[in-house]
């Protein structure tokens, strides 16, 4: 049975920093691409950043995150993250990880990801 958790969320000030966790389990990790998407309430899911299979050489990211966010996976320990700085109040959402096995490429298509996590808040005030 394959599961993502989510951690890390919680109440920040605007300008703060957060790390998200994501361990994964029941798959063979370093196989998938993996991605963040983050929905905020009366929004649909956006996509946030993603990084390839294996190594996780090629990264993709949302263009309003490009330089404040880092997406980075540790396949031994079956985990990404995502690194967030300077972050802002309309960034406040719940934050999503997702597994993608046919592409293996960091793809900001939700419908590409095969399984998802339960989400972990993410408050940024102001």
């Known amino acids: 049975q394959v599961q993502l958790v989510e951690s890390g969320g919680g109440l920040v000030q605007a300008g703060g920093s957060l790390r998200l966790s994501c361990a994964a389990s029941?798959?063979?990790?370093?196989?998938?691409?993996m991605g963040w998407y983050r929905q905020a309430p009366g929004k649909e899911r956006e996509f946030v950043a993603a990084?390839?299979?294996?190594?996780?050489?090629?990264?993709n990211y949302a263009g309003s995150v490009k330089g404040r966010f880092t997406i980075s996976r540790d396949n031994a320990k079956n985990t990404v993250y995502l690194q967030m700085n300077s972050l802002k109040p309309e960034e406040t959402a719940v934050y999503y990880c997702?597994?993608?096995?046919?592409?293996?490429?960091?793809?900001?298509?939700?419908?590409?990801?095969?399984?998802w996590g339960q989400g972990t808040q993410v408050t940024v005030s102001s």
């Open positions: 997702a597994a993608d096995f046919w592409s293996g490429f960091p793809r900001s298509d939700p419908g590409a990801y095969d399984y």
């Open positions: 029941g798959l063979t990790f370093m196989r998938y691409a």
């Open positions: 990084i390839s299979w294996s190594s996780g050489n090629s990264k």
